[in-house]
């Protein structure tokens, strides 16, 4: 089994910066993709940013140049740095990992349990 766990949400003012991470523990043979997703009430979920294991990152056009996704190996953590904050940004965040738990089989999704960011006006 793989749990992932967040941490980092709160209140902050627009213009403001939050840090979130996320680490996973559990039977890990290797973990590929890393991303942050959000979702705001009433709408669907939606990619933030996303890190490959090579370290390729990809944004949504609305954070680019704002957030930053980066990933630590080696405490299988990944990062998400939120600069210029909006209160656009309000939603749960989540964070999503492509784990391979033994080696040959194909990797699955796994979810951190949301942390809410509310950026006020």
């Known amino acids: 089994q793989v749990r992932l766990v967040e941490s980092g949400g709160g209140l902050v003012q627009a213009g403001g910066s939050l840090r979130l991470s996320c680490a996973a523990s559990g039977s890990i043979f290797s973990i590929n993709g890393m991303g942050w997703y959000r979702q705001a009430p009433g709408k669907q979920r939606e990619l933030v940013a996303a890190?490959?294991?090579?370290?390729?990152?990809n944004y949504a056009d609305s954070v680019k140049g704002r957030f930053t996704i980066s990933r630590d190996n080696a405490k299988n953590t990944v990062y998400l740095q939120m600069n210029s904050l909006k209160p656009e940004d309000t939603a749960v965040y989540y964070c999503n990992f492509k784990v391979r738990t033994i080696t040959l089989a194909p990797s699955k999704d796994y979810w951190g349990q949301g942390t809410q960011v509310t950026v006020s006006s």
């Open positions: 890190i490959t294991s090579g370290g390729s990152t």
